[in-house]
């Protein structure tokens, strides 16, 4: 059967927020407490390098150490590096030349992705050099159960603390980040690394464990460095419309939000609907290029000649069978084997995989089949049987949408040759310039959109743009409240 994925997700119309109370009172000293800080340390999960970013960490740097935008502080939302285009060469000087205190002492702000063994490696190298390239910022990946990772960021505190030499008694180190993003993990790293000493942090699965700033943590001796850990802070809002709603699905599919936020089965069917697009555009790739991802039905526990499905209800069931998960009546129990289907992304049980579409395929292979006009496959309840519980049948074909409307008004069933066709990118000569085509330049375009992206978020922020309609109520009832209490004490002084 020619399978044919969905080329569009129907995300929730209400995009929902979590900026707890804890956040908010952690972000409002966190600037303060930057005034002791040498080295600031933002954790993002590799799995997102881009929609996991929090804008909110400029306006802190800002603010904590006195800097504009484009200071070259390292945080990169301000405008082009200005560390001497190297093209990602982070070895001609150091990433923060403008961020010193009034003692003379430097400081500087790295970012590490967590996380690095359930991320796809490839993109490791051309996010390095995109990131130092476009915004001066040096980045960083790591597996905090692997003691090299670890060394490889204490390492650059040890560098900062040794270059500011006698201005300098101990290294204090800030570690920032989304929830969940493995902050207190890279700590007890770090620790373990340093001073060959058990966990100082606690950690957990789900985002919201530390909930306010601790105490200092001494991680290395000779230069003496001392780490503190913050709570997760999230983004005020995520965003408007499907932008924000995906970006919400995304986090809530690595545990990077509260999970009562979004319906279980809404983030499963994303996961599936994610699996089968990047399948789609790995059929443009060799069979043994190490960039393709095995199949989810080759990973799942299913019969060996399921096919992929664009039907989570069915994926769910027949894992619900093979996995003995029932209700009672012998009723299949789909929301048990939902969760562990997303448990089992996860993990990494499905391979090392990441969501954010930085080479373009996925944007690519759905702009192809959209405008060869294919429609996604829609098997009959019969064919889904066959394809998830049987071992030995085959469907003949896929089932056309006869609907009013269609785009599929033949009575012609896809192929596989045609759905291949669809799949493999044009030779014809593109109109217009040509568009990136080795992965570090896709990565680099990619970076360069995503920095323009967070300086337009930064600027809704500002103006009180991106804030969800609650939010928006809530500062107008504390508008009025103190509005109410200002008129009340003039009163009160005539």
């Known amino acids: 059967m020619a399978f044919i994925p969905r080329t569009s997700f129907a995300y929730p119309l209400r995009t929902p927020s979590w900026y707890a109370g804890h956040m908010v009172r952690s972000l409002r000293i966190l600037p303060e407490l930057l005034a002791d800080v040498d080295l600031l340390i933002e954790a993002r999960d590799a799995r997102l390098p881009l929609?996991?970013?929090?804008?909110?960490?400029?306006?802190v740097v800002e603010r904590g150490w006195g800097l504009g935008a484009g200071s070259g502080c390292g945080y990169g939302y301000g405008?082009?590096?200005?560390?001497?285009g190297h093209d990602g060469d982070e070895t001609d000087g150091p990433a923060v030349p403008d961020a010193v205190d009034r003692k003379g002492k430097r400081r500087e702000r790295i970012v590490v992705f967590t996380k690095r063994?359930?991320?796809?490696?490839?993109?490791?190298e051309p996010l390095r050099k995109a990131f130092w390239k476009h915004a001066g910022q040096r980045v960083l990946f790591a597996d905090t159960r692997a003691d090299a990772d670890a060394r490889a960021v204490l390492a650059q505190a040890v560098r900062l603390a040794r270059d500011n030499g006698a201005a300098l008694s101990d290294l204090r180190v800030l570690v920032v980040g989304m929830p969940n993003v493995g902050k207190s993990s890279l700590l007890n790293a770090l620790r373990r690394a340093g001073v060959q000493?058990?966990?100082a942090f606690i950690t957990g699965a789900e985002p919201g464990i530390t909930r306010r700033l601790t105490g200092t943590v001494k991680v290395h001796d000779n230069p003496a460095v001392y780490v503190y850990d913050t709570p997760g802070i999230m983004v005020?809002?995520?965003?408007?419309g499907d932008a924000g709603a995906e970006r919400g699905l995304k986090l809530a599919l690595t545990a990077g939000i509260k999970s009562s936020l979004f319906e279980q089965d809404v983030v499963a069917d994303?996961?599936?609907?994610?699996?089968?697009?990047r399948l789609a555009a790995d059929e443009s790739l060799a069979p043994h290029d190490l960039s393709r991802h095995k199949p989810y039905t080759s990973t799942l526990p299913l019969p060996a000649m399921a096919r992929p499905t664009n039907s989570l209800a069915h994926l769910v069931a027949a894992l619900a069978a093979r996995l003995g998960a029932l209700r009672a009546g012998a009723e299949p129990d789909t929301d048990a084997a939902a969760a562990w289907l997303v448990g089992r992304w996860r993990d990494g049980r499905l391979g090392r995989w990441t969501l954010d579409d930085l080479d373009g395929a996925e944007t690519d292979v759905a702009r192809r089949l959209e405008g060869a006009g294919a429609r996604p496959t829609i098997e009959a309840e019969s064919e889904m049987d066959a394809a998830m519980f049987d071992f030995d049948s085959e469907a003949e074909g896929a089932v056309v949408d006869r609907s009013e409307g269609a785009v599929n008004k033949t009575e012609m069933v896809t192929t596989e040759a045609d759905t291949s066709a669809m799949l493999e990118p044009s030779r014809a000569a593109p109109e217009g310039p040509a568009g990136p085509t080795s992965l570090e330049d896709k990565v680099d375009?990619?970076?360069v959109a995503h920095l323009e992206a967070m300086r337009a978020e930064r600027d809704d922020v500002e103006q009180g743009r991106n804030r969800s309609k609650s939010q928006v109520r809530k500062a107008e009832v504390r508008a009025?409240?103190?509005a109410a209490r200002a008129k009340q004490k003039a009163k009160a002084r005539r």
């Open 445 to 447: 375009a990619a970076v």
């Open 51 to 59: 929609s996991g970013a929090n804008g909110v960490w400029e306006s």
């Open 270 to 277: 994303y996961l599936l609907y994610k699996l089968n697009l």
């Open 197 to 199: 000493k058990g966990k």
């Open 117 to 124: 063994d359930l991320a796809e490696a490839r993109y490791e």
């Open 236 to 240: 005020p809002y995520l965003g408007h």
């Open 79 to 84: 405008g082009p590096s200005r560390h001497g």
């Open 480 to 482: 009025r409240a103190e």
